[in-house]
């Protein structure tokens, strides 16, 4: 079970709902995956245009657990502003905390980061703050009392899965809440392994949406999350730089 | 009454309300979310809430993102 604040989960796979081709292929992307996170952003509606598709309605947003985003927030403030704007829908009570400092690398603010989250927590939101992989950063964050740290694999929408492993490893072994390894997931293979190093969850996005076939990979990345925690469960084997042999050396017909 | 409505200033008749202004431009049930000068207003006040002329109203809603 995963457990945020006052949620409980099943799946470890937390799905982002943006640049899916079209809303059919979404629907049965997030229907394969078996989240039961859903992101997303807040932005204007176009006031000119009633014809406007519904992104709640097009998914039976009833059936998951909403998770919005801050996207868009360069401070603290701004942030803030969106999650409020969130919760104002009465359909979430979540927020994924995202203030981002630089829009060449969308790599998080620490900074603005920590402050939004405090102000949040204050208000009574259910903060999962998304960070660089910084060990103190997420310290900190712990000691504001976030409910989740979303240490980021490498920049958003990259690709390159977990760059610095060491650290995120570093990161979920010194945290009491759950670690959910956000950004910059490419393969099936970069979800497995931010499971093995003991993630409680992930969360991707682009991984799926821009693959050749979403659905296929939202599949793929279902498996590979129940692969990686299991494998986690299950205790690996020590590296070693040298062959011992699987089979007996004893009793050999010659 | 002249509102400005997602930074386009527009001129609105038979608008009382948040709720009306909602209707008025066909976005009932599409899961808007209103704040009027700078104040976030919950489901539950749109209907009670009254617009004045130069009100400033943001109306955002849920898009996907990750």
Redesign the interface.
Same mark, same amino acid.
């Given at each position: 079970m995963l457990k945020i604040g006052n949620h409980e989960f099943s799946s470890r796979l937390l799905l982002? &709902?943006?640049? @899916?081709p079209d809303f059919d292929v %979404?629907k049965e992307a997030v229907n394969v995956s078996g989240t039961e996170i859903l &992101? @997303?952003?807040?932005?204007?509606?176009n006031?000119f245009d =009633?014809e %406007?598709p !519904? @992104?709640?309605?097009k998914l039976d947003a009833s059936k998951y657990t909403?998770l =919005? !985003?801050t996207?868009g927030a360069k401070t603290a403030e701004e942030a803030v502003?969106i999650a409020?704007?969130?919760k104002?829908?009465?359909l979430c009570d979540m927020i994924k905390v995202e203030v981002i400092g630089d829009f060449k690398t969308l790599l998080p603010d620490p900074v603005e980061t920590l402050r939004a989250s405090e102000i949040l927590l204050n208000e009574g939101f259910t903060v999962l703050p998304y960070a660089s992989d910084d060990v103190l950063l997420a310290k900190k964050l712990e000691d504001l009392g976030v409910h989740a740290i979303m240490p980021g694999a490498s920049p958003?929408?990259s690709g390159l899965g977990i760059i610095n492993p060491l650290n995120i490893s570093l990161i979920v072994e010194q945290a009491t809440i759950p670690v959910i390894v956000d950004?910059g997931i490419g393969s099936p293979a970069d979800a497995a392994l931010a499971m093995e190093l003991g993630a409680d969850g992930v969360?991707?996005?682009?991984a799926v949406s821009g693959a050749e076939d979403p659905v296929k990979m939202a599949k793929a990345m279902k498996l590979a999350i129940e692969a990686g925690r299991l494998g986690y469960e299950a205790g690996r084997i020590p590296k070693r730089r040298y062959a011992t042999a699987s089979s007996p050396l004893e009793g050999m017909s010659v | 009454m002249k509102l400005i409505?997602?930074g386009?200033t527009m001129e609105v008749a038979r608008v009382q309300t948040v709720d009306d202004l909602i209707k008025e431009? #066909?976005?009932a049930? #599409?899961?808007?979310? /209103? *704040?009027l000068n700078e104040e976030?207003?919950? #489901?539950s006040q749109h209907a009670e809430t009254v617009l004045a002329n130069g009100d400033k109203v *943001?109306?955002?809603?849920? /898009?996907?993102?990750?």
């Open positions: 982002g &709902t943006g640049k @899916f %979404q &992101t @997303f952003a807040v932005r204007r509606m006031i =009633p %406007q !519904n @992104f709640l309605e909403l =919005p !985003n996207a502003r409020k704007l969130a104002a829908s009465g958003i929408g950004a969360l991707l996005n682009t | 409505v997602n386009n431009l #066909k976005l049930g #599409k899961g808007a979310i /209103v *704040e976030i207003l919950n #489901k *943001e109306i955002v809603h849920f /898009v996907g993102g990750g």
